[in-house]
């Protein structure tokens, strides 16, 4: 089974940036489409940003357009997200995800998640 390892989290001061990293395992098509997910103490998991394989498709949410770029290296089978004018309200447990496509949306929707990673922790405060 495909397996998800996330780092880069900490603490961050308010406008800070941070850059998240997923490691995937394996390539396989279970890690067709690499996404980002967060979830705040007593709020659901929403989807942050999802990428598909060859990176010509992404999807952002609303309130990190402009702010959050999703990347990825499939050479070392691992995805980024580069976080920049952090705000508290970002404050939460980033998770990295996968599926096997080809759509960034059905995964971003939490419409299909094959794998996912422990999490780790972000905090945006001063």
């Known amino acids: 089974q495909l397996q998800l390892v996330e780092s880069g989290g900490g603490l961050v001061q308010p406008g800070g940036s941070l850059t998240l990293s997923c490691a995937a395992s394996e390539a396989t098509e279970d890690s067709s489409v690499i996404g980002w997910f967060r979830q705040a103490p007593g709020a659901e998991r929403e989807g942050v940003s999802c990428i598909s394989r060859s990176g010509a498709n992404t999807y952002y949410a609303d309130f990190v357009k402009g702010r959050f770029t999703i990347s990825r290296d499939n050479a070392k089978n691992t995805a980024y997200l580069l976080m920049n004018g952090l705000k508290p309200e970002d404050t939460a447990v980033y998770y990295c995800?996968?599926?096997?496509?080809?759509?960034?949306?059905?995964?971003?929707?939490?419409?299909?998640?094959?794998?996912w990673g422990q999490g780790t922790q972000v905090t945006v405060s001063s």
């Open positions: 995800a996968a599926n096997a496509g080809p759509s960034v949306f059905r995964l971003c929707g939490l419409k299909k998640v094959d794998s």
